[in-house]
């Protein structure tokens, strides 16, 4: 029997072994650089960029490095936006999380983000630290700004496959879907072995159109776990 791409899919999903999530727009409703941009008064210059970004108009990485020097938040800034601001989950996506936790599948955070910001997500989600993958502010004795670790692999176009591709070879994962919104979430399947684009809280058109599964509630994948 010859499976549709939704059902080969869909068949990942039932057999994952291990589920990476973006985070913004998917885990969470906002887009957490525009957020603490918005806290700090610089949000539509930033929103700007990432809605360019996301759909794939320039490389992450300059569009990463332009939205922080306009935003050149203190590390007192970022830690008073999580305490009085934080993020609003994604209807759905922490029940789907826990039962992916109860079937024993892995849950990674694999994210253009910082971990500042989404260290406190997967505390919600009871997603231990070492399964974020993601960007890493730097700040100097003084608490000032100074730039972000190129070194982390989601720091530049590229490093969400890269990410997927080191996680199979140190686990040996055989079913890794990757669930997300934007552009470089879809380019990280392959290696991941399915993609579901999710639109709850965005639609990016080019997502939309090249993703097997293109879904808007995480519900509908609740009852595949």
Not at 141 to 150: A, I, N, P, R
Not at 164 to 170: A, M, R, S, W
Request: charged share 25%.
């Amino acid at each position: 029997m010859v499976l549709t791409e939704k059902e080969r899919i869909l068949k990942v999903w039932r057999d994952a072994d291990a589920v990476c999530f973006d985070v913004d727009s998917t885990v969470i409703q906002e887009e957490g650089l525009d957020h603490l941009a918005a806290y700090l008064g610089k949000g539509e210059a930033v929103a700007a960029l990432t809605r360019e970004a996301m759909g794939g108009g320039m490389t992450f990485r300059t569009s990463l490095q332009k939205r922080m020097e306009i935003c050149e938040p203190s590390l007192s800034q970022v830690e008073r936006f999580i305490e009085k601001s934080g993020f609003t989950l994604t209807d759905g996506v922490q029940d789907v999380i826990a039962a992916l936790h109860e079937r024993g599948t892995d849950v990674y955070l694999v994210s253009g983000g910082f971990s500042h910001l989404i260290e406190p997500i997967a505390d919600t989600l009871g997603i231990p630290h070492e399964n974020i993958f993601c960007n890493v502010m730097q700040f100097d004795s003084e608490g000032k700004y100074v730039g972000f670790d190129t070194d982390q692999p989601t720091s530049s176009a590229g490093g969400k496959p890269a990410v997927v591709k080191q996680l199979i070879q140190e686990h040996g994962y055989k079913n890794v879907v990757m669930i997300g919104d934007g552009a470089t979430d879809l380019e990280a399947s392959p290696p991941a072995h399915a993609f579901v684009g999710f639109g709850g809280n965005v639609i990016r058109q080019r997502v939309q159109a090249q993703a097997g599964l293109f879904l808007t509630k995480f519900d509908e994948l609740l009852e595949h776990v």
